[in-house]
């Protein structure tokens, strides 16, 4: 199975500040990464895939970028709706795998 | 409007079988993959499988293959995963997703969850 390891497990960021959490493929996942947020008590809800894609509906203030095993998605301004969990996702190679998750809060 | 609608969870002995169920609605339904993902209390994500548009293909995590069982009626716009045997580290919320598109997979809608306690 390719191995996930997404970075730092958690975060505390300032309101309108600039945000990046990690990931890394234990193998090259071709931009096949997918990064989703869960919000306290909801279901995941897609933010941004093939590595750089933002989902309809997804504020531009989060981007995504990497290649190869590095992925990272950004939060360009922090705002109080984005406390959350934020967890990644390859679907490059059969068993897709998550990455642990990060938990983003707001200073 | 996109819904997925999971139920069939509960409180279950281990050993026991369970069969959870996803009502889709707001798409057509057989023009897309769908799959399972179990979310543990510690909040860690599986992936448990997936399952092709028309039923004829299904891919599992290999350490669930031998015991879940995922499968879809088209006419009734409904995913079904079989559990069997199960174990108290199945305890989860288990989800149903959309997997957006073949070439660039992701789950674009997921269902609200239900809840799975394997306990004696």
């Known amino acids: 199975d390719i191995q996930m390891t997404q970075s730092p497990a958690s975060l505390s960021a300032s309101l309108g500040e600039t945000v990046s959490i990690e990931c890394l493929a234990s193998e090259g996942i071709s931009n096949d990464l997918a990064w989703y947020q869960q919000k306290s008590g909801k279901s995941p809800q897609l933010l941004i895939y093939a590595a750089s894609r933002l989902q309809d509906g997804v504020p531009s203030r989060f981007s995504g970028s990497g290649s190869g095993t590095r992925y990272s998605l950004k939060i360009s301004g922090m705002q109080p709706e984005d406390e959350a969990d934020y967890f990644c996702q390859q679907s490059y190679k059969y068993p897709y795998t998550f990455g642990a998750g990060t938990k983003l809060e707001l200073k | 409007e996109v819904q997925l609608v999971e139920s069939g969870g509960g409180l279950v002995k281990p050993g026991a079988s369970l069969k959870l169920s996803c009502v889709a609605s707001?798409?057509?339904?057989?023009?897309?993959?769908m799959s399972w993902v179990r979310q543990t209390p510690g909040k860690t994500m599986e992936w448990i499988g997936d399952i092709k548009y028309d039923g004829s293909y299904t891919n599992y995590a290999p350490s669930l293959k031998n015991r879940f069982t995922i499968s879809r009626d088209n006419a009734k716009s409904t995913l079904y995963l079989q559990m069997s045997n199960v174990r108290s580290e199945d305890t989860a919320t288990y989800y149903c997703?959309?997997?957006?598109?073949?070439?660039?997979?992701?789950?674009?809608?997921w269902g609200q969850g239900v809840m799975v306690t394997v306990s004696s």
């Open positions: 707001g798409f057509t339904f057989s023009d897309y993959w």
């Open positions: 997703t959309r997997e957006r598109d073949p070439l660039m997979v992701a789950s674009d809608y």
